[in-house]
């Protein structure tokens, strides 16, 4: 099934959709793993798998550690294929590849979208890939029904966003407000504005990520986006109590209570 | 040749190699300056306020100095200088700065940020910001910050901020990250200095150009002042600025060889240099949001690199330099760390001239070629910098027992609290 049918048919059943985030190989993959099966438990509809890279310019504090940690441990690009085949062959829901855009001209085009095929992905989300530089990449993932997902910004123009939803498949990810990854977000009427924006230019699923770290943000979010992008907030509670605490945010976060 | 006549389609690319990779959120801030260096590159009168400033502020033209007695020691060919040690702040990245500073008041930008290696540049843009009165912050690296206390001393007193970058090597590369990330919190008031001709489009083309001046008057000083152009020129590449500045005054003069030396480190079988266009570890990558040669494992992971010279430890070099070394145009050599010191004493000896570690590397490669050429060839290194800011560094590398005498002494004085009595 594309990846756009699945994200409607679940938004069936639910409001809002949430997409979370591991990087792969820390602090372990095991750990990713029990991740990833508590990120089930709540029922979460995709999952954003992270290719540590030695120059993580778009990230954060806490996921330029975890990226540097990473690949201490000794991940290499095998390594996270093998995770990822694992994953998909655990869990039914969708996982991207995140990463940046070397991985995949190292391997060269065919080939990494071969092997993210060959390993179950759904698709890739590389935030240092503008439109103007993919290089017939996007066509390479079309052919192999992968999903190029492409990145908004506020200070995208109209009628660029326009154009990436139109070279996008799947959903687009809006990068909720400027800076890194980690930062909180304030969700405020300028957001709502921008997120207009994006309605009005973008026919695919909406995906808001950057700074989502509360219930009251999913909420807030709940009515306005398709699907709420947790990332830094999931690897602090694991950073602050494992498995437990993390458990417990997700459960604050996507819990019934 | 006009390297910036890009074919359509290909903005930003020299051959292969440049681009613009960068996040979303940086794309209008991109746009908007690649306008103001559009703009700017039109208006005869940018460049002129440009020249005027460069003269007043930081001593341009800089002379060609002859090295008789180096040149007669060597028996061959004749040595010649551009003395861009003689920049304010000691090295050409003054010319960068100063240009990028007049960009910035014509972008209506009220603070600038800088990334900075051997602290060459982020002493030349504080100087830049105060003149301006621009906020300014310098990202450097903790080990880059261990080995250059003295810059980051008068970046301080300057005014600037120097933030200490603990991630990944602590070098120049993390520096230039920590850099970036600020740009894209803060890109509505800030300018991102880049102090090499390194980076996302248009960078690459906007650093050549304000370091274009030195091969303009380079050339124009052999002609009028030594009577022919030179046979070869010299110079050391780290991200490339200094080298395109020189270069660019004798692209079309196809007599003239260009020769741009890397940072061989302990050599290039060590795995401890800075050599990517001369070692068999350099490979096309993207990173730091332009394609180009970068030090990388087959995974496209960086790799930590050695100079003895901080501000040619860097895995990534300018694409246009990539684009010539590959049209054939420049020649890349490289240098070791004991071949640059042993470069620098002979310079220091024989000539009282006292280069950057960075510049010894064109001198070491020049020394080397000069004794088996002709008498009447001409050879035209670039000193990019004076040595000063190396005192800690030769000191150790030649292991002066007076400096580290008068270092435990200080140290002293320093625990007694005597030198504030
Ligand atoms: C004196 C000097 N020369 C050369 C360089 C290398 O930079 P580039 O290759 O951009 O000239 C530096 C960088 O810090 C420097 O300080």
Redesign the pocket.
Known sequence: MNLETYIRNRLKQKPIGTMTHVIAGYPSFDDNLTALRLMKKYNVDLVEIQMPFSEPTADGPVFVKANQEALKNGITVDHYFDFMKQASQEFDFPILMMGYYNTALKLGHKNFIQRLKNAGGAGFILPDLPLEEQNGLFDTAASNELSPILLVAPTTPDERLNAIGKAANGFVYVVARSGVTGDHTAFNKQFETYIQRCRNAIKLPLAVGFGVSQKKDIEYLTGKADIAIIGTALLRAWEYGKAEALEEFLDGLLGNG | MNLFNFQPGHEGYYGEYGGAYIPEILWSTIEELKTALKNAKADPDFWQEYISLMQSYSCRPTPISYLENLSRELGGAQLYVKREDLNHT????ANNVMGQGLLTKRLGKTRVIAE???G??GVATATMAARFGFECVIYMGTEDVARQRPNVFWMEQLGATVVPVTDGSQTLKDAINEAMRDWVTNYPTTHYVL???CGTHPFPEMVAWFQSLIGTEAREQMLSQYGSMPDKVF?????????LGLFQGFLDDESVELVGVEAGGKGLDSGAHATRLTSREGSVGVAQGYKTYFLQNNDGQMLHTHSI????DYIGVSPILSHLKQTGRIRFEAATDNEVIEALKLVMKKEGLIP?L??AHAFARAIQEAPALPKHTKLLINQ??RGDKDIFTVADAIRDENWEHFIQGKAKDYESRNIYS
Do not use: P
Not at chain 2, 90 to 93: A, M
Not at chain 2, 235 to 243: F, I, L, P, R, T
Not at chain 2, 309 to 312: K, N
């Open positions: 000691g090295s050409h990245k900075t290696g051997a060459q540049h102090g090499t001709a110079a050391c590449v780290g991200g490339g600025s200094n080298a010279s901080a501000g040619l950057a960075e510049s990019s910098g």
